[in-house]
């Protein structure tokens, strides 16, 4: 891709364009190493209920920080293994080593049981990855899995997809809809998909002094209730953000407020820290 879009360019001289491919490659292998070398590392965002005060799931989110480059952004991390081939291999180490955490978030506090995955639309059906996120679901009984799925891979929803995500789904896998609200979602993406969780993007609560956007948060939690669907607003970022959502009638949440994804040795910390006023206040 980069080659072409320096062709179409026409512009840089040849030296350029060399270098700037080599850096791509170079940046390849080093993502292609760190998968394959199992060095994936993850962050945990907690997912709240705003009333209760209390987390109830974790997000896991991608991480890696090469000792040279510094960190790379998880959706250059996922456009590169989705590139070389390696998109299942990253999903596999997420899943596994995010399960892993939650067994040890779950002993700390037994009301955080759910661990939240992002997996691209297509995954669910490939033949290697659908039955293996149902036997890591097996094998974690007591951990509520969740696969988040990317709202913009929604536009191609086929018959034979969604027969995959409802045979998940009674494999006990528990399906969100992410970022909806990003882009222009479809509202025909909330009839064709099967799903028990919907997340609110962030981009649809950028002004809640603007009546159209309250109204339309206001109506998702009315779609979610009546479905028994649980809706979580994300990039919840201040107090008055929350304030206002919980006017609108929403009790589910992820944001900077809330908490900042953070690594594992610090997401225990956090949970201890919060246990222990827990156990204070009663
Ligand atoms: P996402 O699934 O919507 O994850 C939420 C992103 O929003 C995270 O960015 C998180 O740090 C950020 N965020 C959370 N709260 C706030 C807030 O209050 N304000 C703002 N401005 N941002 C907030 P992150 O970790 O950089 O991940 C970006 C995206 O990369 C994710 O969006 C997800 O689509 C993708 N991604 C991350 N990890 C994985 C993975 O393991 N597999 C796949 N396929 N995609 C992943
Ligand atoms: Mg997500
Ligand atoms: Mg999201
Ligand atoms: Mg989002």
């Given at each position: 891709?980069?080659?072409?879009?320096?062709?179409?360019?026409?512009?840089?001289?040849e030296?350029?364009?060399?270098?700037s491919?080599?850096r791509s490659?170079?940046?390849?292998?080093?993502?292609?190493?760190?998968?394959?070398?199992?060095?994936?590392?993850?962050?945990f965002?907690?997912?709240?209920?705003?009333?209760?005060?209390?987390?109830?799931?974790?997000e896991?989110?991608?991480?890696y920080?090469?000792?040279?480059?510094?960190?790379?952004?998880?959706?250059?991390?996922?456009?590169r293994?989705?590139?070389?081939?390696?998109?299942?291999?990253?999903?596999?180490?997420?899943?596994?080593?995010?399960?892993?955490?939650?067994?040890?978030?779950?002993?700390?506090?037994?009301?955080?049981?759910?661990m939240?995955?992002?997996?691209?639309?297509?995954?669910?059906?490939e033949?290697?990855?659908?039955?293996?996120?149902?036997?890591?679901?097996?094998?974690h009984?007591?951990i509520?899995?969740?696969i988040?799925?990317?709202?913009?891979?929604l536009?191609?929803?086929?018959?034979?997809?969604?027969?995959?995500?409802?045979?998940?789904q009674?494999?006990?896998?528990?399906?969100?809809?992410?970022?909806y609200?990003?882009?222009?979602s479809?509202?025909?993406?909330?009839?064709r998909?099967?799903?028990?969780?919907?997340?609110?993007?962030?981009?649809?609560?950028?002004?809640?002094?603007?009546v159209?956007?309250?109204?339309?948060?206001?109506?998702?939690?009315?779609?979610?209730?009546?479905?028994?669907?649980?809706?979580?607003?994300?990039?919840?970022?201040?107090?008055?953000?929350?304030d206002?959502?919980?006017?609108?009638?929403?009790?589910?949440?992820q944001g900077?407020?809330?908490?900042?994804?953070?690594?594992?040795?610090?997401?225990?910390?956090?949970?201890?820290?919060?246990?222990?006023?827990?156990?204070?206040?009663?």
């Amino acid at each position: 891709q980069v080659k072409r879009s320096r062709r179409q360019g026409g512009h840089l001289e040849e030296s350029s364009v060399s270098v700037s491919l080599h850096r791509s490659t170079r940046t390849n292998d080093i993502v292609a190493r760190a998968i394959r070398g199992n060095r994936l590392s993850l962050a945990f965002q907690p997912i709240v209920s705003i009333e209760r005060g209390s987390i109830w799931a974790f997000e896991a989110l991608v991480r890696y920080v090469d000792p040279e480059l510094g960190p790379i952004s998880p959706p250059s991390l996922v456009a590169r293994a989705k590139s070389l081939g390696l998109m299942n291999e990253l999903t596999q180490q997420v899943i596994t080593k995010a399960l892993e955490a939650a067994e040890q978030f779950r002993r700390l506090e037994p009301d955080i049981d759910c661990m939240t995955v992002n997996i691209e639309l297509g995954q669910i059906s490939e033949a290697e990855l659908g039955p293996f996120i149902r036997a890591a679901a097996a094998a974690h009984p007591d951990i509520r899995l969740c696969i988040e799925l990317n709202e913009r891979s929604l536009r191609s929803v086929t018959d034979d997809l969604r027969r995959d995500a409802e045979a998940m789904q009674e494999a006990g896998v528990i399906i969100a809809l992410d970022d909806y609200g990003s882009d222009d979602s479809p509202v025909g993406a909330l009839v064709r998909f099967p799903m028990n969780i919907l997340k609110i993007d962030k981009s649809l609560i950028s002004d809640l002094e603007d009546v159209r956007q309250r109204e339309v948060i206001r109506a998702l939690q009315g779609f979610g209730d009546n479905l028994q669907h649980t809706v979580v607003v994300e990039g919840i970022e201040n107090r008055a953000m929350a304030d206002v959502l919980v006017e609108l009638g929403v009790r589910d949440a992820q944001g900077y407020y809330f908490g900042r994804p953070l690594p594992l040795a610090q997401t225990l910390d956090r949970i201890r820290r919060s246990s222990t006023q827990a156990t204070l206040r009663r």
